[in-house]
């Protein structure tokens, strides 16, 4: 499965200079947050795959423009094709306002996900707006990673886990790519492609 990763910012080559040959090889595109939803519309529009999204901090006006054709997976396991998503959107709380958590409200977020993780007997993809503690975050509060997020990799041994939130224009030696223990952590800053084996998955 080849999977299209976006995040934080709109790129032109998706959207100023679109050209639906770059979507053909693609199965499955994941928003990891702080996107125009009018940009995941269009690009749902040109897609037969699903666009899977999660909430970035500063998405909260998408309840009044939500990005029309494409599946919030939020809080849930999203089973596409064998591969298994897990959505958990927003960043560390900082300021007033929503999909912002303290390290205790993700934790909580994680607990509620009991059921349906073992309905779908764990995981492949964490879906993340914010990174985990320690793997690509920053050091000030907004951008600061959450634990459970390691806590869950632990448990479930994901392949891969997916976020956004720090720009990697904020620092250019910072690296995309990360590892913890089974799991390759990719920050899907602007646009990131992957693949997926879906052979070689535990569930």
């Known amino acids: ?37 009018r940009y995941l ?34 809080d849930q396991v999203y ?24 390290q205790l409200e993700m934790n909580l977020r994680i607990i509620k996900l009991w059921l349906p993780l073992k309905i779908h007997r764990g995981f492949d993809v964490l879906v993340a707006h914010a990174p985990a503690k320690g793997l690509g975050d920053g050091e000030d509060l907004p951008h600061a990673g959450f634990k459970g997020f390691l806590t869950l990799m632990e448990a479930y041994r994901p392949a891969f886990m997916v976020h956004g939130h720090v720009h990697l224009s904020y620092n250019p030696l910072a690296r995309r790519v990360n590892r913890f223990r089974e799991t390759t952590v990719i920050n899907a800053y602007e646009k990131y492609v992957f693949e997926i084996d879906e052979s070689a998955l535990k569930g």
């Open 1 to 37: 499965m080849r999977i299209l990763a976006l995040a934080d910012v709109e790129s032109p080559a998706l959207w100023d200079y679109f050209n639906p040959e770059r979507l053909k090889d693609i199965d499955v595109i994941l928003s990891c947050g702080d996107l125009d939803p």
């Open 41 to 74: 519309s269009f690009l749902a529009t040109f897609f037969s795959g699903p666009v899977l999204y999660v909430h970035g901090n500063h998405d909260g006006f998408y309840d009044r423009i939500p990005p029309e054709g494409c599946i919030c997976i939020e």
């Open 79 to 102: 089973e596409y094709n064998g591969v298994r998503f897990l959505g958990l959107g927003g960043s560390m709380r900082y300021k007033p306002g929503p999909f912002q958590y303290t």
